[in-house]
């Protein structure tokens, strides 16, 4: 049951980020063929963006990639530690600022004021009041229309009717948040439910969660949710990291030998 204090105390620790959270992209092989091969083709339709919001920006791993795809970047996390390192890091992007959130609310963006808003490997770790919040003021900060990606826990749904979570590795996950579950706080909030996609991250549980919601227009009636679960994201991952390992790490080897006999200290 990671609690938003404990999510705070965690994060906020500078000794957590070992390399800007890029550790957590090895199993792509780097931050970049994670955008490109698993990120970007699950978001290219929302993109470009004109003002696109980032819920949990951390260090900036997947910021860097969306910045490319917008004219107006905000990005917004719990931690005040994660939010200084990315104004250092991103500082002179005139189009990029960063705030600091309470964890459950947007308090200080405007109303209908982002096209796309998106969450990535970040609030598998929030709570429902974290998600139910967010699903919330989503509704109200995105223009209608606008939508929003989120990665999130599916944990819920491995609680058995004890109570008893019956995942031996929960990964931190939240367990009081499944895939049915944000499809009814969407509903209770006036979100349009597009799809969701069921994945099992780094376990053979059924345990994350992309979802794409929507703020719908006057008028819009509902729309039935696409719901997939995709057995393949390990073969997804170990194919990108095969690409990344191929094609783009022997690029870096290369360019960075030294040319023979070029001396030097
Ligand atoms: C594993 S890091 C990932 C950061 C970044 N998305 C990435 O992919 O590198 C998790 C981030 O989520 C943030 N976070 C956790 N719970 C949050 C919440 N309820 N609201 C906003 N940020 C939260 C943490 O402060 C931390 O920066």
């Known amino acids: 049951m990671p609690t938003i204090a404990e999510n705070f105390a965690n994060w906020n620790d500078p000794s957590r980020w070992i390399d800007d959270g890029n550790e957590w992209s090895q199993a792509w092989g780097s931050p970049a063929t994670m955008w490109f091969g698993s990120i970007l083709p699950r978001v290219a339709a929302n993109l470009p963006a004109g003002s696109l919001l980032e819920i949990a920006c951390g260090h900036g791993r997947v910021t860097e990639f969306l910045l490319a795809h917008c004219e107006r970047y905000v990005g917004v996390d719990l931690a005040p530690d994660c939010v200084a ?16 959130v309470d964890g459950r609310t947007l308090a200080g963006l405007g109303d209908g004021s982002f096209d796309f808003a998106i969450s990535w490997d970040s609030l598998v770790h929030a709570e429902q009041e974290a998600i139910e919040g967010y699903v919330r003021e ?24 004890d109570g008893v979570l019956t995942v031996e590795n929960p990964h931190w996950r939240a367990t009081s948040v499944s895939a049915a579950l944000v499809r ?34 006057p008028g819009d009636g509902q729309v039935a949710p696409r719901i997939v679960r995709h057995p393949g994201f390990d073969m997804e991952l170990g194919f990108f990291r ?7 790490h022997s690029l870096t080897v290369a360019r960075n030998q030294r040319a023979p006999g070029a001396g030097g200290s």
Do not use: Y
């Open 242 to 248: 095969m690409v990344d390992a191929t094609w783009r």
């Open 138 to 161: 989503l509704m109200r900060v995105l223009r209608p229309g606008g939508t929003a990606f989120l990665h999130h826990s599916n944990l819920h749904e491995h609680v058995g009717s």
């Open 184 to 217: 009814e706080w969407a509903a209770q909030h006036g979100a349009q439910c597009l799809a969701q996609e069921l994945v099992q991250w780094g376990t053979t549980a059924w345990n994350d969660c992309f979802t794409l919601l929507r703020r719908p227009r």
């Open 85 to 100: 390192t990315c104004e250092r890091r991103f500082a002179g992007i005139g189009k990029a600022t960063f705030h600091r």
